[in-house]
Structures are given as structure tokens and as C-alpha cells.
């Protein structure tokens, strides 16, 4: 018996659940470019990882460079979160006083 970890049906839903966030944040893109783009991304990374694994519990490998569309998502994503926590440091708010 194999004790998988994970189930066909269950990485489905979630690539179903990943699929509608992706296109929330492309239809709120204008929204907030910068938000709507790194959640993207992250739907888009998350949705391979789970891609792969129902290729690997299927036995099939349909996906000829899985970790390198990951790392490119990935990068884009972790450089906006980058330059967003470099935007907060920047913004010098004096601190208030009664």
C-alpha cells in the first residue's frame, strides 16, 4: 500500500482555488500593480509545485522545466516584496508627540 501524502483530487482543488486567485489579481491588476502582480506570481509558483506533484503520483512527467518557471515567479515576487520593504524604511514619519 502506498502512503502518499498527498491526494489527486485534493492537488486539483487547490490548482482550482490557485487558478481563481491568479485571475482575481489579474483582474484587480490596476488596483495595485505591484500587490497584484507578486500574488500572481505566488498563485502561479504554487500551482506548479502542485502540477508536479500530481504528475509524480500519476507517474508522468509532462513538465519539461518546472524548477526554472519556478525561480523566475519566485524572483520577481521576492524582489517586489524587496523593494517594498526598502519603500517603508524610506518613509520618514516623525514621530508623533502630544
Known sequence: MQN????IEILKLIENKLDYINSIAKCNYNDNPELM???ENLAQVAK???QIRIQELKGLEKTSSPQGFIVSKLANSYSRMQNYEKQKKEINVPPWKL
Open 37 to 39: 502582480d507578486t500574488i
Open 48 to 50: 506548479m509545485f502542485a
Open 4 to 7: 502518499d501524502k498527498f491526494d
